[in-house]
């Protein structure tokens, strides 16, 4: 069957549409980026960090902001808080935790449900940000910690905490904290000169 000329114009067009959709979608995750490692040098504007693939350039711009992990202890969770946690699902159903980390005010609601745990999607482990909607003292298997229930949207999950699991609380600080040595991990885009404009950076706690 022969096509009309409007026919084929509109075909034309809508496999355009669907290339340059195809290309801005693949722009968009090709230049957003989180690296890990530790402060090389802090220069005027510029943040080196050295990752295991070699050393990382960051500009610093006035959006940029920064945020230290504070440890904490895990009897200061409280409902209203809004937390990330890795854990791995145990067979009762509930998720045993393997880190907290406690959100500044500023973050709360980023990232929030339940998935796998993006930089390991085999291993099992999951990622939960969300609501402590409830926060109970329970022993399980002669293990003591704390049970919360954490509630997003469009679910819940329940999460066991040990004592001695690493538990953090963000807070917005400012470039001074940036120092040599430290771990941090930086969130940002690629810029057009191909280096990283850093958005985030978070400054890890050092546990003991």
Known sequence: MKRTKSESMMTTVGIACAAVLLF??????AQNMTIRGKIAAVKGQELIVSTPNGDVKAALTEQTVVRAEQPIKFSEIVPGMYLGTTATKQ???RFLASEVHVFSEDQRGVGEGHRPLGSAPQSG???TNANV???E???VQNVKGRLITL???GGEVKVMVPPDVPVVNRVVTD???L???AVVSVQGSRSSDGGLAATQITIRATQK
């Not at 801005?24 to 995750?29: N, Q, R, W």
């Open 24 to 29: 801005s979608t693949s722009a968009i995750y």
């Open 91 to 93: 067979s009762d159903g």
């Open 125 to 127: 482990a999951t990622m």
């Open 133 to 135: 909607e409830r926060v």
């Open 137 to 139: 003292d329970v022993a």
């Open 151 to 153: 509630k997003y949207n």
């Open 175 to 177: 470039r001074s904290a």
């Open 179 to 181: 120092r040599t040595g």
